[in-house]
């Protein structure tokens, strides 16, 4: 990027964690135009005035690893430029049109790098890598697989409704849950919707195999009070409109509901990778005495 972009790469301190506080100082003291985050690390920046006014001073951010939730997008893109970061290991970089329009969270695609989009489920499609005479050098999963034609990545996509070319990632095929009657629906992408709630820190929906899904919700904890119960109420009618939100298009078997829903205790909090997403199987697996006991409940168990 130095050499084609002529550009000075400003790296943070090595020695200390990326914290949001660590990365203002580094825009506010490193003449910083630009920057490359997790949305972690974005959501942390725009939870403080001070620090989203320093962010919305730079030219443009982008952000890379995993989903941006959208209050914390629709905060940074009134000012600057938005844009994500696509990618994977196998494939390299999934190349994108930089577009002036709002739909900050929407792709358009380059059409050298090959990309389909195959229907999976309702709104749901699966990018997938097609192998296609003239566009080699721009499609590395087929260096990495010689022997593949197509390669389906497991990245879910969700078209924009008035412009077909405008792609929004809605989360991983492998985040689907599909329960016992066969029904599935799109858990990271209905996790994201809930966590545009300023109260919530992040959401975790399961089911796999039973009749119906169940939602984890891990709160921001400085905001309520102490000791809350797991099924408290007030504070789950407090979020409750967003999840809605969240249900909107679902079938009623497949809504999340207020008698299924848990939530997170400061003696077991979820489990983060390094780039600031949520471990979700091995969270789940914290809350299974939980989980158990909303089925058991109810009669499902």
Known sequence: MTVLLDMVVVMGPAHRPATAAVVDQVLTLGSVTGVILPPSLLENLCREPSMLEHLRKIKYVHYAGADLNKATGDAISQHVKLVSALGSTEAGPYYVRIHDEPEWNYHRFCPSIGLDFEHRTK????????????????????????????????????????????????????????????????????????????????????????????????????????????????????????????????????????????????????????????????????????????YRDSGRE
């Not at 050098?137 to 087929?142: A, E, G, I, N």
């Not at 078209?159 to 990632?169: E, G, H, I, N, V």
């Not at 891990?218 to 309520?224: A, G, H, K, S, T």
């Not at 979700?280 to 914290?286: G, Y």
Request: aromatic share 8%; hydrophobic share 40%.
């Open 123 to 294: 709104e749901l499609y699966e990018a997938v890598f097609r192998r296609k005479g003239g566009l080699e050098r721009w499609q590395q999963v087929f260096m990495v697989y010689p022997h593949l034609d197509r390669f389906p990545t497991n990245d879910l996509m969700v078209r924009y409704p008035t412009k077909s070319d405008l792609w929004a990632f809605a989360g991983r095929s492998d985040d689907l849950v599909t329960l016992s009657h066969g029904n599935s629906l799109p858990a990271s992408h209905m996790e994201g919707t809930i966590c545009n709630h300023s109260d919530v820190r992040a959401a975790i929906i399961g089911g796999h195999g039973r009749e119906r899904p169940f939602l984890i919700l891990d709160l921001v904890r400085d905001r309520l009070p102490a000791n809350i119960p797991q099924q408290d109420k007030d504070v789950i009618d407090e979020v409750w409109p967003v999840v809605n939100k969240a249900n909107e298009g679902c079938i009623d078997i497949v809504r999340l509901t207020k008698e299924s829903t848990i939530l997170a205790t400061p003696a077991n909090p979820f489990v983060w990778t390094a780039k600031g997403t949520v471990m979700r199987r091995v969270t789940i697996e914290l809350y299974q005495d939980e989980v158990s006991g909303l």
